[in-house]
């Protein structure tokens, strides 16, 4: 294999690419992307970046000392591929012809129907979506007054990033809890309450019925339950949906994401790796798309060796224990594991009162996951405790020796 292109110029297309270095890859890699930046991490785009307290600078993933003798095609978009001949089409002209191809393109905010065109409404994806949406958070006389759209992580550091920053803010929940359909009932409710705390007006079980505009701009978001919530910005978050269409008629299958094997690989000689890649994780026996950082490092990484295994690859499969954290007021929420809402839940360390504690979660006498907040060190010791699999009473009796 002589020479290898990727699709995707963030986490796990780059991952990917110092992965293919570190195994020893002398041939040419092309990374693709069709954003004019070098990648960058997004995490820090609802949080310090917007907060104002890390430059845009300081978010890049390459380090000085990284030579990765990458061919960048930044600001260009791959359009078409052909998964059998690995041939890929830029959107700018020109056509690529593979020995290997990695599909790192991620993932979109899914947009708020109704939304078109009313200025003041922000998705947030991007460093440029996350400074414009700062500088709207901070220009104007007076507190902003900001309605938050959905009440998952990332509405919700959006939410406690502008409450910092001084703004009036609403979150607008369609379900009853926030995360209803990922955490059990309590740790839902402590991820509200760690809002309402902080002044956040929480409107849950109400969805949205429409915008009132003002000149073209946002002036007021209207509810289901009748309510109208006045506003002068409105920030969305209320998910993703994979960037795949340009894969259509590639050959490849996609079905809520680029459909992989146990071991990433999509199609002879592609293989595909972060928030884009849906794949049959063996330990949870399911098949899954996980749009967390830590995902798109280690399987960005794990998709490059098994590219470059080649057919001596099939023994290599991907099957981590999901993880994911967050950061909102000084609170750090982590969660570790595959988790539903109908699991047991058990504190085992600290209190929810406190909002500082570890639980455990199980289901039919297995560990299945861990949350904590602000209780890292004791999160990464369960983290390790899921991936070599235990039992739940084990992990009670464990806990209650204080380990
Ligand atoms: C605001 C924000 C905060 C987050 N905070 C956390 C957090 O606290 N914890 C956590 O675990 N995770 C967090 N995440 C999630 C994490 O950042 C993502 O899981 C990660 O970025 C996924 O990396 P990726 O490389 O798979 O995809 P992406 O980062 O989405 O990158 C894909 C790239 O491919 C480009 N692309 C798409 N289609 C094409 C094409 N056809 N041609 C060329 N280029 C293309 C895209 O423009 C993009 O640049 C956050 C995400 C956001 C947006």
Request: some cysteine; charged content about 25%.
């Amino acid at each position: 294999m002589r020479y290898i292109a990727i699709v995707g110029a963030s986490l796990a297309g780059y991952r990917a690419a110092q992965t293919l270095r570190r195994e020893g890859f002398d041939g040419t890699i092309t990374l693709i992307g069709d954003e004019r930046r070098r990648p960058y991490d997004r995490p820090p785009l609802s949080k310090k970046v917007l907060a104002g307290e890390a430059e845009p600078e300081s978010i890049v993933l390459e380090r000085s000392g990284d030579d990765l003798g990458i061919e960048w095609r930044l600001d260009e978009r791959a359009v078409s591929f052909d998964a059998s001949g690995l041939a890929l089409s830029l959107e700018r002209g020109g056509e690529l012809e593979a020995d290997g191809v990695i599909l790192a393109c991620g993932a979109r905010p899914r947009p708020l129907p109704g939304t078109d065109g009313i200025l003041g409404v922000h998705l947030l994806r991007t460093l440029d979506d996350s400074l414009a949406l700062r500088e709207a958070l901070t220009t104007g006389v007076g507190p902003r007054r900001l309605v938050v759209v959905g009440a998952g992580f990332i509405g919700a550091e959006v939410a406690a990033t502008a409450r910092g920053l001084g703004c009036e803010v609403t979150v607008v929940e369609a379900l009853d809890r926030p995360l209803a359909r990922v955490l059990p009932p309590v740790l839902g409710q402590v991820c509200a309450d760690v809002h309402t705390d902080q002044g956040v007006d929480l409107r849950l079980g109400a969805g949205v019925d429409g915008f009132d505009t003002d000149d073209g701009s946002i002036s007021a978001v209207r509810l289901s339950d009748g309510s109208s919530v006045e506003a002068d910005l409105v920030a969305v978050g209320i998910g993703v949906v994979p960037n795949t269409e340009w894969l259509d008629g590639s050959g490849l299958t996609i079905d809520n994401g680029v459909v992989c094997d146990e071991t990433t690989l999509a199609a002879p000689g592609v293989v595909a790796a972060g928030d884009v890649a849906r794949w049959p994780n063996r330990r949870f026996g399911e098949s899954m798309r996980v749009e967390h950082w830590d995902n798109a490092v280690s399987m960005g990484q794990h998709a490059a060796r098994r590219l470059l295994a080649g057919d001596g690859g099939v023994d290599l499969v991907y099957e981590p224990v999901p993880y994911f954290w967050s950061d909102q007021y000084d609170r750090k929420i982590q969660l570790v594991g595959r988790v539903g809402p109908d699991d047991q839940v058990q504190v085992i360390d600290g209190s929810i009162a406190d909002r500082r504690f570890v639980a455990l979660i199980g289901r039919d006498g297995q560990l299945v996951g861990a949350f904590g907040m602000n209780r890292p060190p004791a999160v990464q010791r369960w983290r390790t405790r899921l991936e070599e699999g235990m039992s739940w009473d084990d992990a009670l009796a464990l806990a209650s020796e204080g380990s």
